[in-house]
């Protein structure tokens, strides 16, 4: 490795460090979970119900699906025109309800009853990709575990912690630069960041903790940014 190479290097590593600490800061590190359940696979549910919708609206749905629907062997039983109806505002409430129903049986048929606690396991069941088993892992299990939501993947980029688009492959990204001990909470931190200063739309950059070492940040205060929507 060259001088430059190592310099550059060990600036990212600092910068990384500096995110961190900004963030520890403003947001502490206790882990928060924005979804509301009792049990872990209340849990399971609320996280696949919540693709493509908000937690706001996927909390005022569980409340009365989970009354109707106690445990995970009734869900394995439901009707699924009438699951359908509890989560229709949800939106892709048909898809959902099939993988509800088939996830639940997978779990009385299979695991008796129980979440599982690998990834491998986790992902077997309907309706479950590699973000909602994570967000499974840290939440249940405290297993180290990064969670890539729309957030995640759009301001990692901003920040410079990732190239790719892929989820999986920025996943694996910032378990390469983020100490173990931040996965879990990374993600919950970003998500407030995200819906607090840097949205999607017009992120307030001038306003954020993060703009003294956020590239994306730097380009747009000293007008190299392309400016309009920040995706």
């Given amino acids: 490795m060259s001088a ?5 290097t060990l600036s990212k590593k600092k910068r990384i460090e500096e995110i961190l600490r900004l963030l520890d800061e403003h947001y502490g590190t206790e882990k928060i979970c924005y979804l509301n359940y009792h049990e872990p ?11 493509q919708c908000t937690d706001a609206r996927v909390n005022i749905v569980t409340g009365p699906l989970f009354e109707r629907y106690p445990s ?8 699924q025109k009438e699951l359908e109806q509890y989560i229709h505002s949800t939106g892709f409430y048909k898809n959902k309800a099939k993988n509800i129903i088939e996830c639940c049986r997978r779990l009385m048929d299979v695991y008796n ?3 599982p606690e690998t990834i491998e396991d986790l992902t077997s069941l309907a ?12 939440n249940i299990y405290n297993d180290p575990s990064i969670v890539v939501d729309t957030h995640v993947r759009r301001i990692s ?19 390469k630069v983020l100490p173990m001990d931040h996965w879990i909470i990374y993600n919950m ?12 739309r017009n992120p307030k950059c001038s306003e954020c903790f993060l703009n003294g070492v956020c590239p994306s940040s730097l380009a747009e205060l ?8 920040h995706d």
């Fill in 222 to 229: 000293t007008g190299q940014g392309k400016g309009g929507r």
């Fill in 113 to 115: 009853g129980k979440l």
């Fill in 4 to 8: 430059g190479e190592k310099m550059t």
């Fill in 41 to 51: 696979w209340q849990l399971l549910i609320a996280v696949i119900l919540s693709a």
């Fill in 157 to 175: 980029a901003k920040l410079g912690l990732t190239k790719s688009k892929d989820p999986e492959k920025i996943e694996y990204d910032l378990m």
């Fill in 189 to 200: 931190q970003i998500i407030t960041l995200g819906r607090q200063i840097c949205t999607a």
């Fill in 72 to 79: 995970i062997e009734a869900l394995a039983g439901a009707d």
């Fill in 127 to 138: 309706g479950v990709g590699r973000k909602t088993a994570n967000v499974i892992r840290g």
